[in-house]
Nanobody, 122 residues
């Protein structure tokens, strides 16, 4: 069974940075397309970034382009989301997700982490 465990969330001031990590177990990471989603209170869950199985392709939501970077270290079974120049509107629960299919834009994922809270103060 595939398990995803996120870490790295917290409270940060606007303009600051955080790096989220997602450790994957139960399946070889290189067989999975990975994504980061977020959900703010009262809003729908949105795809923030995605990365192909070997990292050759990435996708970013317009709201985070130029500020967030998704990366992966397959031998370490870990996916990262580096978040810079954080804004109060980035406040949300961030979820790591995995799927066996290859599309980066499609939001249907097979496996989900429990989420980690990111709060950006103004």
């Amino acid at each position: 069974q595939v398990q995803l465990v996120e870490s790295g969330g917290g409270l940060v001031q606007a303009g600051g940075s955080l790096r989220l990590s997602c450790v994957v177990s139960g399946r070889t990471l290189s067989s999975l397309t990975m994504g980061w989603f977020r959900q703010a209170p009262g809003k729908e869950r949105e795809l923030v970034a995605g990365i192909s199985s070997f990292g050759f392709r990435t996708f970013y939501a317009d709201s985070v382009k130029g500020r967030f970077t998704i990366s992966r270290d397959n031998p370490k079974n870990t996916v990262y989301l580096q978040m810079n120049s954080l804004k109060p509107e980035d406040t949300a629960v961030y979820y790591c997700a995995a799927k066996t299919s290859s599309g980066l834009v499609q939001t249907s994922y097979d496996y989900w982490g429990q989420g980690t809270q990111v709060t950006v103060s103004s």
